[in-house]
């Protein structure tokens, strides 16, 4: 076999095994983010602003890559040898802590992750072949070295192939929806909304026949599996959550599933990263409300308060409800344990769950009011709520330590309760409060401060700060002070937390980031 054949078959090899290799890592991340563009890239940015020193490699690799226009000539060797030599190396601009197949968020191969992986490893190949034709065979490194954006451009062009393969199963849920007709409810808001779906579903079933979308189901794919796997002739509810990530999203969903009921939560700073203001947050979960023909709206929030008077304005059916006290259908009280269902209605005295939001709770009674659910029935179930996985869920641990479980999912409201709630119990036992959390992301320019408010709320609380990862530790070691521990995985955080808890005390696990952050 000719030696220039071995040194080609070499450098081919050595190319394709580092891309195949390193997309893996593209693959898994696109999967945990909904394969939505640009954000493997803004994946990869966080590894590097956590680890300043990958930076210097990605520098090195860069340089690497320069000098493969003259490096064969200066060491006197073939170039395809030295490419074969040097592709391996530009697995250095990715974060090399980031794990191929994940832990707690581990790669799942589907259908879908199959096609994204093909559509990123074609979108390489043909960049690569590009850039052979302008610098010679050293352009096969410019792929490699750029391969998160590459990521991020091939996702692009799937979304558009994905959305013609998923209109079909999406034209059957609709259809299925026509033909079964049940009442619609449509629930969003910035964070309570599964939960507040978990509440609805609970209060109504005693009374209507009841299908809700289970776990997070709450976008196009989502809602349509739900319909199509679960709904059958005699469904006389359907319960679907609605996220949105841009304006559009949700007025989307409720062209192809119209509500009969529109319920939001809370207006939050969840999702500032990618709308960028909270007046874009309210315009994006206000379009709930365009097809409704009743809506459930807090007026606890100026901007909500201001939608439900316009929802009065275009005769829709306004449902208001407060957990402040203020004047509305619904108002749950928390500190005087009273609940008043419905207008004209008399407050009753009963026990308030003690987990979970009061708000989400009157959403929830608003929306039962709104289905004809009786008063006995409402109060009687809402004694026995269930608890959504992972949202404040009381436990205790073998050693007979209370662990709070609030590692779903994180926002500043959220988990300021979590710490309020964790503090109540550790006094109540005579422990000690323990917090393990990495802190809240995706809240775009007030992410910072946040995280820095909630160690401060730790701090002030008595509680012992362990902080988990790198992606807000320097706002969470400012905030509280310098007074936290670090840790780079959770389960040391865990042993941790234990030993420090001792076996009064109480371990507050906020939030819990997928290990395809730093």
């Given amino acids: 076999m000719p030696l220039d054949f071995i040194i080609l078959l070499a450098a081919i090899t050595s190319g394709l095994a580092t ?4 997309n893996f890592k593209w693959v898994r991340i696109a999967q945990r983010v909904h394969y939505l563009p640009r954000e493997v890239a803004r994946i990869e940015r966080l590894w590097f602003d956590a680890q300043p020193i990958a930076a210097l490699w990605w520098a090195g690799a860069a340089i690497l890559a320069l000098a493969s226009l003259q490096g064969a000539a200066w060491l006197d060797m073939p170039q395809l040898a030295w490419l074969a030599a040097v592709a391996p190396l530009m697995l250095l601009p990715t974060p090399w802590r980031l794990p191929f197949h994940g832990v707690t968020s581990p790669l799942a191969w589907t259908a879908r992750a199959k096609r994204a992986y093909a559509g990123i490893f074609l979108v390489q190949i043909l960049v690569g072949a590009l850039t052979v034709l302008v610098l010679g065979p050293a352009g096969v490194l410019i792929p490699l070295l750029f391969s998160a954006s590459l990521s991020d451009l091939a996702l692009g062009f799937l979304w558009y192939l994905e959305r013609k393969l998923s209109m079909k199963y999406v034209s059957d849920a609709q259809r299925k929806l026509r033909r079964v007709k049940p009442r619609v409810v449509a629930i969003t808001g910035s964070y309570g909304k599964t939960s507040t779906k978990g509440y609805v579903a609970h209060l109504v079933s005693g009374t209507h026949s009841t299908v809700a979308s289970p776990a997070s189901f709450n976008n196009l794919m989502g809602l349509s599996k739900t319909i199509n796997e679960h709904l059958v002739a005699g469904t006389s509810v359907f319960v679907a ?3 949105m990530n841009a304006e559009g999203r949700i007025r989307e969903l409720c062209t192809w599933f119209p509500p ?6 809370v207006i939050g700073e969840a999702h500032m990263e990618r709308l960028g203001s909270k007046e874009a947050i309210f315009r994006a979960k206000a379009e709930i409300t365009e097809k409704a023909k009743t809506v459930v709206l807090s007026i606890d929030q100026p901007e909500l308060r201001a939608l439900a008077q316009k929802c009065e304005r275009q005769k829709k059916t306004v449902i208001t409800v407060s957990a402040q006290g203020k004047k509305a259908d619904v108002v749950i009280d928390p500190e005087l344990g009273t609940i008043k269902y419905g207008p004209g209605d008399t407050p009753s005295t009963i026990d308030i769950p003690s987990f979970g939001h009061a708000i989400n709770m009157a959403v929830a009674l608003g ?5 004809e659910v009786p008063k006995v029935q409402a109060l009687e179930r809402l004694a026995h709520l269930p608890v959504a996985a992972h949202r404040a869920e009381v436990g205790h641990s073998g050693q007979g330590v209370a662990i709070i479980d609030d590692t779903y999912n994180s926002n500043p409201v959220g988990a300021t309760h979590a ?12 422990g000690r409060l323990v917090v393990v959390t990495p802190g809240m992301v995706e809240l775009g320019p007030v992410q910072y401060q946040r995280n820095q408010q909630l160690a401060k709320a730790v701090i002030s609380a008595g509680g012992e700060l362990m902080i988990v990862g790198r992606t807000n530790r320097k706002a969470l070691l400012e905030g509280a002070s310098g007074k936290a521990t670090l840790f780079d995985t959770r389960p040391d955080a865990v042993k941790a937390a234990l030993r420090a808890a001792g076996e009064r005390g109480v371990i507050l696990y906020e939030n819990d980031l997928p290990d395809h952050y730093p």
């Fill in 19 to 22: 891309a195949a290799l390193m």
């Fill in 241 to 243: 959550e609605m996220g």
């Fill in 260 to 265: 009969d009921i529109a319920a939001i939560t």
């Fill in 367 to 371: 929306i039962a009011w709104a289905l």
């Fill in 419 to 430: 710490v309020e709630s964790g503090a109540a119990l550790a006094q109540k036992r005579k």
